[in-house]
């Protein structure tokens, strides 16, 4: 079974069309580096929760949308060596593909694939 990455952040609704070519970018280099796919997906119907929820999640704010991201890999192993050359390379970096929303709201980990169909 293949490996996933998840991610959820809130991202400044002025900022859509930075983030996709951040993403953009992002995915080629993810790409290069063995992921199978990457989708980013741009929050639509995403409800306030009253104990929890994804805007809660991110403490997103009034002019702030919350994206649901996942980069699907062969294996750990791949997605592991992967992530390695990813941060290595210099595309990257916050000087060259800034993120342009708070990275420290995101929410992010990685998951084995126990069902797919």
């Avoid at 290069?32 to 980013?40: I, Q, S, T, W």
């Avoid at 970096?93 to 800034?98: G, H, I, L, V």
Wanted: aromatic share 12%.
């Amino acid at each position: 079974m293949s490996y996933v990455d998840g991610f959820v952040a809130a991202v400044p609704t002025a900022n859509k069309a930075q983030y996709l070519e951040h993403c953009r970018l992002s995915a080629e280099v993810f790409k290069e580096c063995g992921a199978l796919k990457v989708m980013e997906a741009w929050g639509d119907d995403v409800p306030d929760g009253e104990a929890t929820s994804f805007p809660m999640a991110v403490h997103a704010k009034e002019d702030e949308t919350v994206v649901f991201s996942w980069v699907v890999w062969p294996s750990k192993e791949v997605r592991d060596a992967g992530w390695q050359r990813v941060m290595e390379d210099p595309r990257m970096s916050p000087e060259n593909n800034p993120m342009p929303f708070d990275g420290k709201r995101i929410i992010y980990g990685g998951f084995d694939v126990i069902l797919e169909t």
